[in-house]
């Protein structure tokens, strides 16, 4: 036990080493929110008359909501008023290329290891940076724009599209869908936007980088996603924040319509700051992401790799509209310290035949508190319809918790719904077979979780199924005797 | 608006019409006072309660009732029974324990069957702080409503070293002459060390209005010792069904209970197991049928709170024309329960596109050396096993009913009375024919 407890200890010592401040001058608005204070973001950002109008609706809204209480974490109540909803790195002119982005912050990236330059260079991903609140750059939008793809922030997007802007939005999740779609729908500042026209393959993967850092300040970016008739993109998202003491809200929103034929895959790598060793501070992530299969035979495929955030509150979900759909679900959530984490996903079957599949590992230890909550709901005109649904909890100490609470609801007599969950810890005889051979019993752990999550690492793209490993390794050092 | 006028009517009704007789030795007054004003401010659960999200009551409360009272009883005919042996019968007549209408000739001596105002004061000690120990009537509206109403809660005591060879059979019969009655039956069951018992319920009713039952048990099973206990709920005159039992299982006992729900406009169960000490087993098993727009609702938990405890549970669902299928499983596993074993399973046949299955599994573990699993499906009938059936010269009626005679053989086989499981399943053969 004694060894068991000072392998325990290692793990929550385990330091968090994205926790650094950049030292940028920052163009913040006044704490609180307020009518005036959307106005404030709305005119900084140059909106058109709708977005404002649209801003202010959900606003009037959010205020007849009361904070969720359902869901399975703790957390003291959040002063809204007593955070700041709009940050900018100081700089105005419009960028074209990365050598006008202030050096700062492309160092602060480079720390983070997406050197926007390298990237660029060798891997060919495009990526979005958003740095609290304002997308800082763009890399290969000219590219991009030969084959008639849009990938450029959200704000520049509203400018520059309206018309798909105003089309779009709102159209998943509603600004009525909950509290924090609600908050977000009145406050965002920026986020990424992705249109792929007709019959496009996107020739790289898409990737955003988020990361909060000025102080005080909440995250309320916006993701829109647009794949048109036959077009695939695959796009990636990764998350970081500096240690601060006091909790941040991150409250995002990510909408995607898969029209007929398209696929879209979405990868997440959240690496929040979840907080010190006593639970002090880190990141509440309560972020509503939502897919809609419109049109025949078209595809979303969420992953997602959890790792960071005091509070994990997220349901990536997709309504299986058109016929023959398909909607996938692949997440990998860890948990340590005092990091809570309730998340899982919503398949809504629709159209006929159509398919989904759900594979969730969750990964516990220290205090922590792990659940995964799930929905499959199959209407009545969905015929054969399809689910399978698989959650794994693995427990690393007798502090931790793993829950599972699986909603499925049918109303359809030729539809087949699966699902299985298992709750366990690493089996002392797979370790002693491991030790036997020789492995110490780190590396056997690190091989033995890595196994558990291998089914959702190998959906992940290249770049991203790299860092996800390094991520897991660093969070469950030495975790289990 | 009209509807929730009508609601507040029936709870309004059923808090000015309380009243407890504060001199009486056995009645629980302050117990019961509690239970009313938490009633009183609880209201009848609605969709918005977690645990009764897919179980609405709004259509049953929003009728007139009259709360069943002791001179209701009347003769009842007793003579069709789903035991063969003789048994110890224990009959209740809209909650009310009717002794002139039950056979105890069988009873061995030293256990005890009769109402708390019947024992007597040496039994009552021992029991007095067991009642309402088991049940929540803060938080759960319909239990404290059970706990309000029930004026003389009946109870079963067997003490230590005895084995019950007879089935002790409650049956539950409810009466109205053509107007709603609500019900309150309330039983407190205790086993001692070393003993062991079969409990089996059955339900029945008679009168052309709306028999509304809400019935609750509390057991206490004893170190050592066997509780086998079956519910058989089967009511075709449509009536509605509330029953929440809760179990503590001392060191080293095994409490297994089988639950059949065929008919009824609503059932509703709620079974709370408590493994409270080290060493204990528990088996649920259950089968549903629904037909018409019946709607029946399994809610089980199993809380294990020391360790080395082992917990399975399987039910199955057979959801038919409109009607609507719950099942809600929870499993718990404290942080004290290490070497816990836990599994749990949920097979649903949904028949038609009108009818409905919700399912919930779920596992709640704080504990880290545990296997636990849970799975649930959802499909229906195999066509190809159809096919096979029917080239083989079986209609397809008979085909389908043979499926599903199978598919549900599966918890009937798991009862150990034959008598009982014979009946059962002609019951069974019968009501899937149709």
């Not at chain 1, 508190?369 to 009545?380: E, P, Q």
């Not at chain 2, 808090?15 to 030795?25: L, P, Q, S």
Request: net charge negative; charged share 25%; aromatic share 10%.
């Amino acid at each position: 036990m004694a060894a068991k407890n000072k392998i325990l200890e290692e793990i929550t010592s385990a330091e968090y080493k994205y926790g650094f401040v950049t030292d940028i001058e920052m163009d913040t608005a006044p704490k609180g929110l307020n009518e005036d204070i959307i106005k404030l973001i709305s005119s900084k950002k140059n909106e058109p008359e709708f977005m404002l109008e649209w801003r202010l609706k959900a606003y009037k809204y959010w205020l007849t909501m009361k904070q969720p209480q359902w869901q399975n974490v703790k957390f003291p109540p959040i002063d809204y008023q007593d955070s700041i909803y709009y940050a900018a790195p100081k700089q105005k002119a419009a960028l074209k290329s990365l050598d006008e982005v202030d050096p700062e912050i492309l160092s602060t990236f480079e720390k983070l290891g997406i050197s926007l330059e390298e990237q660029k260079k060798l891997s060919g991903v495009a990526v979005d940076a958003v740095m609290d609140s304002v997308s800082v750059a763009t890399t290969f939008k000219a590219k991009l724009g030969e084959l008639g793809i849009i990938f450029c922030s959200f704000s520049d997007a509203v400018q520059e599209h309206p018309e798909l802007i105003k089309q779009y939005i709102g159209s998943v999740v509603p600004y009525t869908d909950n509290y924090f779609a609600a908050l977000n729908s009145a406050v965002f500042s920026d986020g990424s936007f992705c249109y792929i026209p007709k019959g496009v393959r996107c020739p790289m993967e898409l990737s955003t980088y988020f990361r909060i850092n000025a102080a005080n300040t909440g995250q309320f970016e916006r993701t829109l996603i647009i794949a048109e008739e036959g077009s695939y993109v695959s796009y990636l998202e990764g998350c970081t924040a500096p240690m601060r003491d006091k909790n941040q809200l991150h409250a995002a929103i990510v909408e995607i319509i898969a029209h007929k034929d398209a696929e879209v895959k979405y990868s997440t790598i959240q690496n929040w700051y979840p907080g010190n060793k006593e639970g002090v501070g880190g990141i509440y992530n309560f972020v509503t992401k939502r897919g809609i299969c419109q049109g025949d035979n078209s595809k979303i495929s969420w992953t997602q790799v959890e790792t960071g955030a005091a509070i994990t509150w997220k349901y990536p979900s997709v309504i299986l509209k058109g016929d023959n759909s398909i909607g996938e679900f692949y997440s990998v959530a860890v948990t340590n310290n005092y990091q809570q984490a309730d998340t899982g996903t919503k398949m809504i079957h629709i159209g006929k035949n159509t398919k989904s599949r759900i594979i969730a590992k969750g990964i516990s230890a220290g205090k922590s508190n792990n659940s995964y909550r799930g929905l499959v709901r199959i209407l009545k005109k969905a015929e054969n319809a399809r689910n399978f649904s698989q959650c794994d909890s693995l427990l690393m100490g007798d502090t931790c918790g793993a829950h599972t609470f699986p909603y499925i609801e049918v109303n359809n007599s030729t539809s087949k719904v699966e699902h299985e969950a298992t709750t366990s810890k690493i089996e002392e005889d797979i370790l002693f077979y491991c030790n036997q051979r020789g492995l110490a019993t780190e590396e056997a752990t690190n091989m033995i979780v890595n196994g558990f999550c291998k089914e959702v690492m190998k959906q992940l793209p290249m770049e991203f199924a790299v860092e996800a490993q390094k991520l897991l390794g660093i969070s469950l050092e030495g975790s289990v005797g | 608006m009209v509807a929730l006028e009508t609601i507040t009517d029936l709870q309004e009704k059923l808090v000015t019409e309380f009243h407890v007789d504060k001199n009486a030795r056995a009645n629980f007054s302050s117990l019961r006072e509690k239970a009313i004003k938490s009633f009183s401010s609880l209201g009848f659960p609605t969709l918005r309660n977690e645990d009764w999200k897919y179980t609405s009551l709004s259509s049953i409360i929003n009728l007139p009732y009259e709360i069943a009272g002791v001179e209701q009883i009347e003769k009842f005919d007793s003579s069709s029974s789903i035991l063969k042996e003789r048994s110890i019968e224990l009959v209740f007549i809209n909650g009310h324990f009717a002794s002139k209408l039950s056979d105890t000739g069988l009873k061995p001596d030293g256990i005890v069957l009769d109402t708390f105002s019947r024992i007597n004061d040496e039994v009552f000690s021992l029991i007095k702080s067991k009642y309402g120990a088991l049940t929540n009537i803060d938080d759960n509206a319909m239990v404290a409503l059970n706990t309000a109403h029930a004026s003389d809660p009946f109870l079963v005591y067997i003490p230590d070293n005895t084995m019950v060879e007879p089935i002790i059979h409650f049956k539950f019969i409810s009466q109205n002459k053509d107007s709603n009655v609500i019900s309150f039956p309330r039983i407190l069951i205790i086993t001692g060390k070393n003993t062991e018992v079969k409990l089996l319920e059955s339900f029945g009713s008679e009168g052309s209005g709306m028999n509304f039952s809400n019935l609750v048990s509390e057991i206490f099973v004893g170190e050592n010792s066997r509780v086998e206990h079956f519910k058989f709920q089967s009511d075709p005159n449509e009536s509605v069904l509330f029953n929440e039992t809760n179990v503590v299982q001392s060191a080293s006992c095994k409490y297994s209970n089988n639950t059949i729900s065929m008919q009824g406009k609503l059932i509703r169960n709620n079974l709370n197991i408590v493994l409270q000490e080290e060493g204990s087993e528990t088996e649920l098993f259950g089968l549903f049928m629904t037909k018409d727009r019946n709607h029946i609702d399994n809610h089980t938990l199993v809380d294990h709170v020391k360790p080395n405890c082992v917990s399975n549970e399987l039910y199955k669902g057979i959801i038919n024309d409109r009607s609507t299928g719950v099942f809600n499983g929870k499993i718990m596993v404290r942080q004290d329960a290490q070497k816990t074993n836990a599994f749990q399973s949920n097979k649903n046949m949904l028949l038609t596109d009108t009818a409905t299955i919700n399912t919930k599994p779920q596992l709640e573990i704080f504990a880290d050396d545990v296997k636990c699993s849970h799975g649930a499906t959802t499909g229906q009938l195999d066509m190809e096993a159809m096919f096979y059936l029917q080239s083989r010269g079986i209609s397809p009626g008979n085909a389908k009913a043979m499926l599903l005679e199978a598919f549900a053989n599966e918890i009937v086989d798991k009862i150990k009375i034959d008598s009982l499981r014979d009946s059962i399943k002609v019951m069974l053969g019968d009501y899937l024919k149709v």
